[in-house]
């Protein structure tokens, strides 16, 4: 589940004659500029999700269309995800990885997306929050998935994507066992991607769901809300390095050492600071450590 993104959020700006989504407008919110598109992805079986903006530059007025690849690239060539399917847009046929938002083929190759807040709850805590929700439902074809109807495919669920399955199968020399395969981490990769961390996110909760890590020099804050809400934010606003506390949990708001009050978003939502967003780590998101690992070799790992 997902919290519709405002312009202001996302730093980009809608056509000029607005966005309007596929079927309908919600009811009661008829400003076409407030809208913009989306992408949403999901893997039940490696516990990954992520959204962005579908669009490799600063315009929204032809956003990219995306599917789930139907066949694999080979080994050799184009690209192909492993512990996670692949995406491609029907614009240009590119491949990309679902999670990092970044195009590993084609055209595209090179591309990324500006990523979006996310987070994974239960429907109850989430309508609680947000009891005026739009709900957008998948088609049939989606729920008839192959990897979303394996038992056991829930967060942090025992089984593993068929893509990793077949790889290591192949090579099990190639696993990386220093955490468990199921086990949930919130990774993340510096500015220029090159060097990689993966936080446990039992870790996370254990050290109070307010953390604040420093990364190859850059100050990042991670931020837990509920079970499986995690986004991890650049904590340097205006050239100034903001600090952290938390101030309540339900809803989850924090404040900086100016007085501004923050939410689990990145909003600042009081204070003298209000108005203000925090940067979301481009490369950054909770995945089952068998599926992130793939993607961020030779990582680095909080233990402890």
């Known amino acids: 589940v997902i919290v519709q993104p405002n312009a202001g959020a996302t730093g980009l700006k809608p056509p000029e004659d607005g966005w309007t989504p596929y079927e309908r407008e919600p009811p009661k919110r008829r400003h076409r500029d407030r809208y913009i598109p989306l992408l949403i992805t999901l893997c039940e079986a490696c516990s990954g999700a992520s959204a962005y903006v579908p669009t490799v530059s600063d315009s929204l007025d032809n956003p990219l269309v995306f599917g789930q690849c139907r066949s694999e690239g080979s080994w050799a060539g184009d690209y192909t995800a492993v512990g996670v399917y692949t995406i491609c847009d029907m614009q240009t046929h590119s491949r990309w990885h679902p999670f990092t938002g970044k ?8 591309g990324s ?29 989606m729920r008839l998935r192959t990897h979303a109807r394996i038992r056991g495919a829930d967060m942090g669920g025992e089984n593993i994507h068929p893509t990793l399955q077949k790889l290591i199968k192949a090579n099990p020399q190639d696993e ?8 949930l981490v919130m990774g993340v990769a510096n500015a ?26 850059e100050p990042y804050l991670y931020v837990v809300a509920g079970r499986f809400g995690v986004s991890v934010f650049d904590r340097r606003l205006n050239e100034e390095v903001l600090s952290f506390r938390k101030v309540s949990n339900k809803p989850l708001l924090m404040n900086d050492q100016h007085g501004t009050t923050w939410n689990e978003l990145g909003e600042a939502v009081a204070g003298p600071g209000k108005g203000a967003h925090l940067s979301v780590v481009p490369d950054s998101y909770l995945a089952e450590w068998s599926e992130w690992i793939q993607e961020h070799k030779g990582a680095e790992v909080v233990l402890k």
């Open 176 to 183: 990386d066992r220093r955490l468990k395969r199921n086990e």
């Open 113 to 141: 997306m500006k990523r979006v807040p996310v987070s994974i709850h239960s429907w109850k805590d989430w309508i609680g929050k947000y009891p005026d929700t739009v709900v957008v439902l998948a088609g049939g074809e």
């Open 192 to 217: 220029d991607g090159t060097k990689y961390l993966a936080y446990p996110l039992v870790l996370l909760k254990k050290a109070g769901g307010i953390v604040e890590h420093e990364f190859d020099g």
């Open 103 to 110: 195009a590993r083929s084609g055209p595209l190759k090179g």
